[in-house]
C-alpha cells in the first residue's frame, strides 16, 4: 500500500515531441504528489507538484495530469528538449514521508 | 542562501569497515532526511531527523543510524559495510515543520563504493 509504481523505466523521445511518464499509487491517504528532476552528479530538484484537489497542474512546458479516482498521475513535457534529458522521479507524501517511484531515464534526441 | 552540502563527495571503503557521512541542510532548516540511492531501485529512505530527533525511519537494518545537532547538521554512520551498501547516499533538507508537502531539496550525495 507504501508503493508509488512508476513506468517507464527509460524513454527515448525525439526533439520537439511530447514526453509522457506515468505514476500509480494505493494508499488514499497521500496527499501531495510532487516530481523531481535529477541530473546526473547532481540531488534531485522539485519540478512541480500537485494536490489531489485539482486535475491538472502546467508550468510552462511541464504539466501533472491527476486522475484521483484511479489512482494515477502523469507528467507531460510538451516540446522536448535535449537539456530536458534526466532522470524523472515521482513522489507521494503521506505526511509522514515520501514514497518513491524507481524513476525514469528520458533521453530526448536532437 | 547556501545549498545543501554533503562531505565527503566520494568514499571507498572495504567490507567492514564502518562510515560516516555529513550532511550540512540549508540555513533555517530543521528537518533532514537521507536516502540510498541504487541503480534500478530508486531513492530509498532512510531516516528524518528533527530538531535532533529521528522522526522517521525507514527499512533499514540498524547497521544504519544517525544523529542531528543543535544546528540541525546531521551525520549517517554505517557500521560493518557490506558491498550491497554500495550506493549513492543523498541528504535532503526542508523546514520541517508543514507536516507533509514541504519542497525537500537535495545534498549532490555522497558516493559510498565498497570493496
Known amino acids: 500500500q507504501q508503493q508509488v509504481k512508476q513506468s517507464p523505466q527509460s524513454l527515448i523521445v525525439q526533439k520537439g515531441g511530447i514526453s509522457i511518464i506515468n505514476c500509480a499509487y494505493e494508499?488514499?491517504?497521500?496527499?501531495?504528489f510532487p516530481w523531481y528532476q535529477q541530473f546526473p552528479g547532481k540531488g534531485p530538484a522539485l519540478l512541480i507538484a500537485?494536490?489531489?484537489d485539482v486535475s491538472e497542474k502546467k508550468e510552462g512546458r511541464f504539466t501533472i495530469s491527476f486522475n484521483k479516482s484511479a489512482k494515477q498521475f502523469s507528467l507531460h513535457i510538451m516540446d522536448s528538449q535535449p537539456g530536458d534529458s534526466a532522470t524523472y522521479f515521482c513522489?507521494?507524501?503521506?505526511?509522514?514521508?515520501?514514497?518513491w517511484g524507481a524513476g525514469t531515464k528520458l533521453i530526448i534526441k536532437p | 542562501k547556501a545549498g545543501v552540502t554533503q562531505t565527503p563527495r566520494y568514499l571507498i571503503k572495504t567490507r567492514g569497515q564502518q562510515v560516516t557521512l555529513s550532511c550540512s541542510p540549508i540555513s533555517g532548516h530543521r528537518s533532514v532526511s537521507w536516502y540510498q540511492q541504487t541503480p534500478g531501485q530508486g531513492l530509498q529512505f532512510l531516516f528524518e531527523y528533527f530538531s535532533e530527533t529521528q522522526r522517521n525511519k525507514g527499512n533499514f537494518p540498524g547497521r544504519f543510524s544517525g544523529r542531528q545537532f543543535s544546528n540541525s547538521r546531521s551525520e549517517m554512520n554505517v557500521s560493518t559495510l557490506e558491498l550491497g551498501d554500495s550506493a549513492l547516499y543523498l541528504c535532503?533538507?526542508?523546514?520541517?515543520?508543514?507536516?507533509?508537502?514541504?519542497?525537500?531539496?537535495f545534498g549532490p550525495g555522497t558516493r559510498l563504493l565498497v570493496l
Open positions: 494508499n488514499t491517504a497521500f496527499d501531495y
Open positions: 500537485i494536490r489531489p
Open positions: 535532503a533538507s526542508s523546514s520541517g515543520t508543514s507536516g507533509g508537502g514541504e519542497t525537500q531539496y
Open positions: 513522489a507521494a507524501d503521506s505526511g509522514y514521508q515520501l514514497i
